[in-house]
């Protein structure tokens, strides 16, 4: 099982980004998908998680209404869209599924 992070960067508070998580490994549908961040000093928290079945989705109170979370199941890849970023934003995300993790992708969020 291997998941690979990327598009993570630097934006201005108010832009976007998308990040992409590539999976290997194992049966793309059959499990939900996670999307968790780590800021400096604070513990891991979810941000968004889409359901294996009918493709359900919830978001942390945080993020809800600016991110989305979907996945192409022909490419074996969950996104996580940003939009109107902010500074609190900031941190390091990482894909989630089955037990597995990715290496995280850093995320900053200043002017």
């Known amino acids: 099982v291997q998941l690979v992070e990327s598009g993570g960067g630097l934006v201005q508070p108010g832009g976007s980004l998308r990040l992409s998580c590539a999976a290997s490994?194992?049966?793309?549908?059959?499990?939900?998908w996670n999307w968790y961040r780590q800021a400096p000093g604070k513990e891991r928290e979810l941000v968004a998680r889409i359901f294996d079945a009918g493709g359900f989705t919830n978001y942390a109170s945080s993020v809800k209404g600016r991110f989305t979370i979907s996945r192409d199941s022909a490419k074996n890849t969950v996104y996580l869209q940003m939009n109107s970023l902010k500074p609190e934003d900031t941190a390091v995300y990482y894909c989630?599924?089955?037990?597995?993790w990715g290496q995280g992708t850093q995320v900053t969020v200043s002017s």
């Open positions: 490994g194992f049966t793309f549908n059959a499990y939900n």
């Open positions: 989630n599924c089955a037990g597995s």
